[in-house]
């Protein structure tokens, strides 16, 4: 399986993005997936994860009540929206995925994807 984040790009504080990840070669629909975040010169940090059937999600402080985690199976596709983006958001944002239960840990993950890097302007 392989998985593909876009839908990244450049938005003014206050904006809105929603990011996907779509899955190839397998369905989506045993595995959970995660959202984490790089920014320059930081370490790369959790921000959201839901369950492999969509009934459990969990979110960084940083983003609740900011980010929406939802998916798709029908479509292989889990999808991030991000509402009231502040310029601390600016990061290459990736998609993993590890099968069924979620994990608020990057290292439980064994499949990713290539980031999309989202700016947030001031």
């Known amino acids: 399986v392989q998985l593909q984040a876009y839908g990244g790009g450049l938005v003014q504080a206050g904006g809105s993005l929603r990011l996907s990840c779509g899955f190839s070669?397998?369905?989506?629909?045993?595995?959970?997936v995660g959202w984490f975040r790089q920014a320059p010169g930081k370490e790369r940090e959790f921000v959201a994860t839901?369950?492999?059937?969509?009934?459990?999600?969990n979110y960084a402080d940083s983003v609740k009540g900011r980010f929406t985690i939802s998916r798709d199976n029908a479509e292989n596709t889990v999808y991030l929206q991000m509402n009231n983006l502040k310029p601390e958001d600016t990061a290459v944002y990736s998609c993993?995925?590890?099968?069924?239960?979620?994990?608020?840990?990057?290292?439980?993950?064994?499949?990713w994807g290539q980031g999309t890097l989202v700016t947030v302007s001031s």
């Open positions: 993993a995925a590890k099968p069924w239960v979620t994990s608020t840990n990057a290292h439980e993950y064994g499949i």
């Open positions: 070669g397998r369905t989506s629909s045993t595995y959970a």
């Open positions: 839901i369950s492999w059937i969509g009934d459990s999600t």
